[in-house]
Every structure is written in structure tokens, then in C-alpha cells.
């Protein structure tokens, strides 16, 4: 296996979704390949900065506490509206 | 890799009485609406703005979710959190505007996908992150950081990252909300994830730019 196969059959090996012979090879690539598992690892560390900083309740810096007080009155004209 | 559960609006919110809230909008009491649209409208704007980027957009978005959960506000019987079931219609608000929004020339994702040699090697080398995932969270430049790359991928993709890393949908969730097969999704996904690596690489190494 090279190293853009590898990256092909990154996402299948993360969910466990590699047929058992594929991942062999798959498996046998990373034991002699330390630039796969650094990127590996470096992917899986991205999808899990994404969900920590952007997941609800975490992100703080951009969760505004209350929607400016224009856009309530907004909101509930147009509820009116629709009565 | 699993998704960690989508976190209720209300994390941080004091314990409201949902069920008394939502027996009196039931009811037809204004005032109790007007108080979901205040505890409830700052979290859900910034799912909308997640999506939908575009400011006056999101606040679009937040109108039609308040408006659709004001019509079907007597389906909600308690199964969930109302936190929970206003997120969902704050999602499918934003998807539904995405669907009607022009589109504008974004980057194309292939820019942003790993490259390789002819002979299947690694065109440029991997080297560790010098930042760790800990420091990282708590950083604000890097927090901004992850959050201006979601942003940048290009929209069909960025969308099935959202829907799957963040919110935290199954491909088959996903597939149905966006129109597309399972297999588009992965595939979608993949390649998002991909790409959000390559954007957080330089500045996570270390690297100065």
C-alpha cells in the first residue's frame, strides 16, 4: 500500500469499516510508514478540535448570551403576522 | 470516529420549568413565547451562524425556526428537551435557506486535499503538531483558528462536517437532510475532514506564516 491509498482508506479504517484483508495491508503500511500514522493522527486531532471548539455549549467565545432585543421584536412581529 | 452527543441549547442556562413554559405558549400566551425567544435565541443564532455564515442570513434562518416551532409548538409533547427540539428546527431553518441561497465561487476542495508523488509517496512531509489538543482548546487565536477553517471549506462539504462531526447526525441523517446518498456523504466527509486538517497544519506545527 502507498500513502495516498492509505489516506484513501483512512476513513473506512477509522470506522472500523475495513474488509479484514484490506486492513492488513492497511496495518502493514503504518508499521513501516511513520509519516501515515503522524497524519493519521494529526486528521483524527482535527475532527476533534472541530467538535470540542464549534459543538454547542462549548464554543463560548462565539454562543451570544441574549440575540439583540431588535431581532426579538422581529421575531415576535412576524409570529403576529402569522397568527 | 464518534460524534459526541450535540450538547442541549441550555448548558449553561438556570433551570427553567420547560414543561410550564411550553404549556403556556400552548395556551396562546404571548409573553411565554417572548421568554423562549430570549433564553433560547442566542444559542440557536449562533447554530444558524455556523451554517449559514452570512449574518442577515442566520437571523433569516432564526425567524423561520421560531416561526416553525410557534406553528408546531403543540406536536412537542416532552419526548425531548425543548432545547433539543428548537436546535433541530434552528438546523433544518438553516438548511432549508442554504438551499435557496446563491451560491458564490468558493475555493475548489481539491486545493485543500493531501498531494501526492507519482510513485503514491507524500508530496510535502508530515511533521507533529507542536500544539497540543489541551493547550489548543483553550487558546483563543487557535479557537479562532478552527473555527475561520470550518469556514473556509467549501460550502457542500463544510455543511456535511457540521451535520456529522458537530451536530452530531448519522450518515443516514445527513444523507437525508442534504438529498444525497450515504456513500456521497462519507466520501464528502472524508474530504472535509481532510481539508480541515490541511488548513489547521501550518499554524498547529508551529509553523510561522
Same mark, same amino acid.
Given at each position: ?83 | ?17 420547560? %414543561? ?19 433564553? *433560547?435565541?442566542?444559542?440557536? #443564532? ?19 425556526? @421560531? ?48 498531494? @501526492? ?5 507524500? %508530496? ?20 479562532? #483558528? ?10 457542500? *462539504? +463544510? ?15 445527513? %444523507? ?14 472524508? +474530504? %472535509? ?17
Amino acid at each position: 500500500m502507498k500513502c495516498h491509498e492509505c489516506v484513501e482508506f483512512l476513513a473506512d479504517y477509522l470506522d472500523g469499516a475495513l474488509p479484514a484483508d484490506q486492513m492488513g495491508v492497511f496495518q502493514q503500511h503504518m508499521d513501516r510508514c511513520p509519516q501515515c500514522v503522524e497524519y493519521i493522527r494529526t486528521y483524527e486531532e482535527s475532527i476533534r478540535l472541530g467538535q470540542a471548539i464549534c459543538g454547542c455549549g462549548e464554543d463560548e467565545d462565539a454562543l451570544p448570551k441574549d440575540i439583540p432585543e431588535k431581532l426579538v421584536e422581529a421575531i415576535l412581529a412576524t409570529l403576529k403576522r402569522n397568527e | 470516529m464518534e460524534s459526541p452527543e450535540t450538547q442541549p441549547l441550555d448548558q449553561n442556562e438556570p433551570k427553567i420549568d420547560e %414543561a410550564a413554559l411550553v404549556a403556556s405558549i400552548q395556551s396562546g400566551d404571548e409573553a411565554a413565547f417572548a421568554q423562549v425567544v430570549r433564553l *433560547y435565541g442566542g444559542r440557536m #443564532l449562533a447554530v444558524a451562524r455556523r451554517f449559514l455564515q452570512h449574518e442577515q442570513d442566520a437571523q433569516d434562518a432564526l425567524q423561520d425556526a @421560531f416561526l416553525s416551532a410557534f406553528r408546531s409548538i403543540d406536536k412537542f409533547h416532552g419526548d425531548a428537551k425543548l432545547s433539543t427540539w428548537l436546535h433541530r428546527i434552528v438546523v433544518n431553518a438553516a438548511l432549508m435557506k442554504l438551499r435557496t441561497r446563491k451560491r458564490k465561487p468558493e475555493r475548489a476542495i481539491e486545493d485543500l486535499l493531501p498531494k @501526492f508523488r507519482k510513485d503514491g509517496h507524500r %508530496a510535502d512531509p508530515t511533521s507533529a503538531w507542536a500544539i497540543t489538543f489541551d493547550t489548543a482548546v483553550r487558546d483563543r487565536e487557535i479557537r479562532e #483558528l478552527v473555527r475561520r477553517s470550518i469556514n473556509e471549506l467549501p460550502e457542500s *462539504y +463544510r455543511i456535511v462536517l457540521l451535520l456529522r462531526d458537530i451536530e452530531g447526525h448519522s450518515t443516514e441523517e445527513t %444523507a437525508e437532510l442534504m438529498g444525497l446518498t450515504a456513500g456521497a456523504v462519507k466520501t464528502r466527509l472524508h +474530504r %472535509a475532514r481532510l481539508a480541515l486538517r490541511t488548513l489547521l497544519d501550518p499554524q498547529m506545527r508551529g509553523v510561522e506564516e
